[in-house]
């Protein structure tokens, strides 16, 4: 029987380009199976059972055990392949740090992958005639407010987002601004007066495998900017759910406005 | 020279009173400092400077070391302090789930939290003649999205989040809960189609540690519910910071929408 990984994922998501370039960085072999989430088959009900309840890529199953959360993913890989501390951090400190960067992202950078997903994806999604101008904006926001904690915090001291180490937050945001790089997401003057921003994403950039990962994304991005190219997305599984007004992603639980029994169960 | 750990926090932080909760159920001796969120202190450039770039409590300051996000604090805690390897899993396959616990919660559970926010905080600090009908809705949608998952997923096997034994997870999600529950957002209705959930939350509050950490919050949130006594809230540094349209929280980052100049850096 074969013990080989299966990698569950797609190239379009970000946190499946992450995962992918740790697995490559650290050659860890695995069994590629591409989801393709431009239909809608994460979203049946039988891949939810099987796999991820919220219908989210990536995911990876190693013989019974199924692991989902790009983050979880790596933190699972790292540890049994022994792979080096640098990814999660060598001390105490390095380790605190490297958490923190992974929620303060989580609420925040990644976030902000909505001003790529409602400018790019979206009108493919839900259809070229909706006004997404509000996630649009709103995700900017994000976007900019992260680049400036980026540029002041994160990059302060060192080449890499958790000191002068490569770690895991620097392939995870990495991942994200390929997307929006991509899709011309940021403006010339939000790079320029960023430059400890600009120079780590070429610094990103310049590894190998980092290139392997985002190839499909700029490819396919780019035949949809400038030759109008659109992907068949059916999708509704993505990074802003249940914040935004199209996210369609109540999985039918209704919120009953006229129940106001509210009881509470302590206090 | 004192080596006391500083803790710097709020009572009415869902993040916060977990991570105050996990020092008392482990007997770690803090220093505690209120942050008086109530104000607008934490918005001042001089505790962003100091402390954290986005103005967020809680803090943890370890002599020289200054750590936030509150899964990170607890997680450089429970390392520093040799605490039981059962608050982040005692084996390969248990630390992968509760981080992937800890992620799909950052994403989900926890941004949920806007449904407390926008129908309790929010007015207080932004006006009662505000219409916060859109926030409070994609909140609901995004709790009760969670309890349907925290049902059938996460405690279907075990009575608590992450298995048979408690887990940091708890800690957090009862946390988010208390605030929900004392501010009546859940319906009778949802309790009672999710009785796993209910019976945990009950478990959880039987707890001591998570009664004194939340008393705050109960008091007065019913002080405002039964009797209107309101808060002087003027923060504006909430969880769902970017994503809704009374967030006020660019931070003077203003995206300049005529800005087309957009040369992307690789591909």
Redesign the interface.
């Known amino acids: 029987m074969s013990t080989k990984l299966r990698y569950l994922h797609h190239p379009a998501s970000q946190p499946c380009r992450a995962v992918h370039q740790f697995m490559l960085e650290n050659n860890i072999e695995f069994q590629e199976e591409i989801v393709d989430i431009t239909t809608d088959i994460n979203e049946q009900p039988e891949f939810r059972e099987r796999y991820n ?2 219908g989210q890529v990536p995911i990876l199953v190693d013989g019974d ?1 199924t ?7 790596v ?2 890989l790292s ?2 392949y022994d792979c080096s501390s640098s990814w999660w951090g060598s001390t ?2 390095e ?3 490297i ?2 960067y ?3 992202y ?3 950078l ?3 992958g ?1 001003a790529f997903h409602w400018t790019i994806f979206a009108p493919m999604i839900y259809g070229y005639d909706k006004d997404f101008t ?1 996630e649009v ?6 976007l ?2 992260s ?3 980026l540029e ?2 994160w990059l302060k001291d060192g080449d890499y987002l958790c000191g002068n180490t490569l770690s895991y937050p620097d392939l995870a945001t990495c991942q994200d601004l ?1 997307s929006h ?2 899709g ?6 939000m ?1 320029d007066s960023h430059p400890k921003v ?1 120079a780590w ?2 610094r990103m ?1 310049d590894r190998e495998h980092a290139k392997t990962v ?1 190839a499909w994304q ?1 490819e396919n991005v ?1 035949k949809y900017l400038d030759d109008g190219v659109k992907l068949n997305f059916q999708r509704k599984t993505a ?7 199209y ?1 369609g ?3 039918g ?1 209704i ?3 006229d ?9």
Do not use: C
Request: glycine share 8%; aromatic share 18%; net charge positive.
């Open positions: 309840p919220t055990f692991i989902w959360e790009s983050a979880a993913i933190y699972y540890e049994k105490l400190e380790r605190g740090h958490q923190q992974m929620h303060w989580a609420y925040t990644r976030l902000g909505g509000v904006t709103k995700g900017r926001f994000l900019y407010e680049f400036d904690i002041k915090y390929v790089d991509a011309r997401i940021i403006p010339t003057s790079w600009k994403f070429a950039m985002s700029y780019r990074v802003l759910k249940g914040t935004e007004v996210s992603h109540n999985n639980i919120y009953n406005g129940d106001d029994s509210f009881v509470t169960q302590h206090g």
